[in-house]
Protein backbone atom coordinates (compact mmCIF):
# COMPACT_ATOMS: atom_id res chain seq x y z
CA UNK A 1 0.00 0.00 0.00
CA UNK A 2 1.34 3.52 0.17
CA UNK A 3 0.22 7.12 1.01
CA UNK A 4 1.52 10.04 -0.08
CA UNK A 5 5.15 9.45 -0.66
CA UNK A 6 5.58 6.53 1.59
CA UNK A 7 5.18 2.84 0.42
CA UNK A 8 4.13 0.38 3.39
CA UNK A 9 4.03 -3.35 1.79
CA UNK A 10 4.13 -6.32 4.26
CA UNK A 11 6.43 -8.91 4.65
CA UNK A 12 4.84 -11.96 6.69
CA UNK A 13 4.76 -10.26 10.22
CA UNK A 14 6.74 -7.21 9.52
CA UNK A 15 5.21 -3.71 7.95
CA UNK A 16 8.00 -2.07 6.25
CA UNK A 17 7.88 1.82 5.65
CA UNK A 18 10.22 2.86 2.73
CA UNK A 19 10.33 6.54 1.19
CA UNK A 20 12.35 9.48 1.75
CA UNK A 21 13.89 11.11 4.46
CA UNK A 22 11.39 13.82 4.04
CA UNK A 23 8.53 11.44 3.43
CA UNK A 24 9.50 9.64 6.95
CA UNK A 25 10.10 12.23 9.42
CA UNK A 26 6.78 11.80 10.17
CA UNK A 27 6.68 7.73 10.67
CA UNK A 28 10.09 8.68 12.43
CA UNK A 29 8.41 9.19 15.72
CA UNK A 30 6.35 6.38 15.63
CA UNK A 31 6.79 3.93 18.97
CA UNK A 32 3.36 1.49 18.61
CA UNK A 33 0.94 1.02 16.45
CA UNK A 34 -2.18 -0.64 17.11
CA UNK A 35 -4.56 -2.72 14.79
CA UNK A 36 -8.30 -1.82 15.46
CA UNK A 37 -11.82 -3.62 14.16
CA UNK A 38 -12.95 -0.14 13.42
CA UNK A 39 -12.64 3.46 13.59
CA UNK A 40 -15.62 4.40 14.96
CA UNK A 41 -15.37 5.87 18.28
CA UNK A 42 -11.01 6.14 18.15
CA UNK A 43 -10.90 9.96 17.77
CA UNK A 44 -11.15 10.31 21.57
CA UNK A 45 -9.17 7.17 22.86
CA UNK A 46 -6.17 8.99 22.58
CA UNK A 47 -7.16 12.23 24.78
CA UNK A 48 -8.55 9.77 27.29
CA UNK A 49 -4.98 8.71 28.00
CA UNK A 50 -3.10 12.18 27.32
CA UNK A 51 -1.98 11.13 23.86
CA UNK A 52 -3.29 13.40 20.13
CA UNK A 53 -3.62 12.01 16.56
CA UNK A 54 -0.99 13.52 15.05
CA UNK A 55 -2.48 12.42 11.45
CA UNK A 56 -5.22 11.26 9.97
CA UNK A 57 -5.05 9.01 6.83
CA UNK A 58 -8.66 9.60 4.87
CA UNK A 59 -7.90 6.50 2.39
CA UNK A 60 -4.98 3.56 2.56
CA UNK A 61 -5.42 1.07 -0.48
CA UNK A 62 -4.34 -2.21 0.44
CA UNK A 63 -3.27 -4.99 -2.38
CA UNK A 64 -1.37 -8.27 -2.02
Known sequence: MSYREVEVPSLGGFLL???SEEALAP???VQNTVLVDDLDGLHALPA???GKIVEIVEYVEHTV
Open 17 to 19: VAG
Open 27 to 29: CRA
Open 48 to 50: EHG
